[in-house]
DNA sequence: CTGTTAGCGCTTTCAG
DNA sequence: CTGAAAGCGCTAACAG
């Protein structure tokens, strides 16, 4: 392993100078930057991260800090924070929180410990949100992706409401007035804002809301099969179904079969989040796809501009999300080589 | 941040004491343990592990290096090394290697000067194997997942010979005569393997290897499209398809679509891996899965096993897929609600 | 425009 | 059973 000495012993120079040349922090006469690149160059000198880091430097490592890492949607936004990231020269330090409160917290301090220059958390749901507060006290920048909380820090995330509401308006249109939703994990702001757009939705087709028609869920990664059931039972069993996420998707189209009802014959289904091969599935699904990429690119941008400038204002942004329209809402089918519907959601 | 100086002036007893309580690393009296732990609470004292990994020892965090980090089948590997590692205090660093051995061999360098204490790495098709000599050449240890390499190295993959030789024999049993594979990425041992077990497969069912049968890819992420043309056209086009992997078979799918082509009316098609939901697939695909959770916890389990004696004799473990039998080879349907056939493959 | 030097927080000889 | 002290490889005052 080659040191900086070393580097600066063959380039005739200090180690200062090269410590310089290489991160572009003062002036270096031009002669010896060329001096000591032609040196870096000849003993294939990689500086060392660690050392840097000790040093109080930046680590050039950035966490990210989720829940259900093989969860579709947060690997798309994995996906791309990595590819931004790197393109950087950021590397990427992975947790997975389970979207347990305590878990989080103890995964975002163990990140913090390693030094990272920052952070991307999609926050679990936590009325006391700990973790946030240790961020701000530790000073460790963080922007916060999908989910979004009132605090004064960078986020990225969808538009969650006005979707709902288009997909809940579709439904009512093709004549539907029992619409039931199966919401995400409760406690997520995400959950909510999906939930007051299904109302709107109804509101503005006209439609009452019954309450018995909203059902999300307590705790991560339970089976939809209870709720589906109280959806299908009673006198006035709904006919729709708008799910609040796709591994809620996932769930409710099991649920579903299970009961030996098909989509969109036996009930029509629409979901917010697309998946990647979503246009394989039986039926092809009719959903809100956020711009997932995106919000993992932003998420990186963002973190680097505050890295930048700590005391930039904080940013919450809102990207749009697209209302594909395919089979599953129950419309005339689209014809599986036509090309999808893709229209801005509301 | 406390540091280890505030810690050993509290229990009054020197740095080099504390240190070793800390690691365990030598014997220390039982009351002076106490009071280093004693003081440890009060202060909150977390070690910092830059610092110590600058002073030469561990990190305490493993480098994951694969291809299409949003690739399920790598998905599933990554959340199983994920847990395990946590279970066991270790980070993860995570890159993605697009399978391209240039970006491989400096992803791997990367990692290492961040002082990973080893590193599962999937390998890019590279004749030359220059990331495993890196490799060798720093000592960091390493385990290779999915693909295997000729070399005395740690490995877990899965059988892939036998289990494809089982869906050719399959098909062969359903009267085709006329099957083709479309193989992965050329380069891969997985794609061999599936190819000689492919090869295997029809000599067995006494059908002849007509080579215009089989397809791989050579540049990662290709669509399937020229692939499906070359096979379904001409006089004897097949009538049956393996897909060597789940990238593929996604592929695949579609250029069948593309050509109006139902499965498994007009072509039947089989594959190698499951996906989490390809049950809700149209139609529902037989496939061979893959134990990826095993595979990712076993990984860990040798990386952890190498730290620990690095004289170990290298092992190269091979865990058994499963022929999960839904709709898609064109076997009268199973019915949706029945369970899915699973039996070992081979 | 360049160099000297004091750490960053910890591990680990070496010496009691 | 315990400590002193020398680094690990780099950054950033401070000083020319």
């Known amino acids: 392993m080659t040191t900086m000495a070393e580097v600066a012993k063959q380039a005739g120079v200090s180690m200062t100078t090269v ?30 991260s660690i050392a840097r880091a000790l040093a109080g430097a930046r680590t050039r490592s950035i966490g990210v800090a989720m ?3 093989s969860n579709p949607y947060f690997m798309d936004v994995i996906s791309a924070i990595e590819a931004e990231a790197a393109n950087h020269g950021y590397a990427l330090l992975l947790a997975d929180t389970h979207d347990e409160p305590d878990k989080e917290l103890r995964m975002v301090q163990e990140l913090v410990l390693r030094q990272v220059d920052g952070l991307v958390l999609a926050p679990a749901p936590d009325a006391h949100m700990r973790t946030l507060d240790y961020l701000a ?28 509401a288009t997909l809940v308006k579709h439904l009512a249109d093709l004549g539907h007035s ?5 919401a995400g994990l409760h406690g997520l702001s995400t959950t909510e804002e999906r939930v007051r757009g299904y109302r709107a939705g109804l509101h503005e087709s006209g439609l009452p809301v019954d309450d018995a028609l909203i059902e999300s869920a307590r705790i991560p990664y339970v089976p ?11 006198s006035n069993p709904a006919t729709a179904l708008v799910v609040g996420s796709n591994s809620m998707t996932i769930r409710v189209l ?70 594909v329209h395919r089979e599953s809402c129950g419309c005339k089918a689209q014809g599986d080589r036509g090309p999808r519907t893709v229209v801005p959601a509301a």
């Open 19 to 48: 410590s310089h040349v290489l991160n572009g922090t003062r002036r270096v006469n031009e002669k010896t930057i060329a001096r000591v690149h032609a040196a870096i160059e000849r003993t294939g000198y990689r500086p060392n």
């Open 67 to 69: 829940s259900g890492i």
């Open 137 to 164: 006290t530790a000073g460790v920048p963080a922007v916060l992706v999908d989910r979004f909380v009132p605090a004064g820090i960078d986020q990225v995330g969808t538009e969650n409401e006005r979707p709902t």
């Open 178 to 182: 029992r619409i039931a939703i199966v």
């Open 224 to 234: 939809a099969d209870d709720a589906i059931g109280r959806l299908l039972s009673g």
């Open 254 to 323: 099991r649920a579903l079969r299970e009961r030996g009802l098909s989509v969109p014959r036996d009930i029509a289904l629409v979901g917010f989040d697309d998946f990647e091969w979503s246009d394989l599935f039986q039926p092809r699904l009719t959903v809100i796809a956020q711009p997932t990429r995106d919000i993992g690119a932003k998420a990186i941008e963002l973190l680097l501009s505050r890295l930048d400038d700590r005391d930039r204002e904080p940013q919450s942004l809102r990207l749009p999300a697209t209302f």
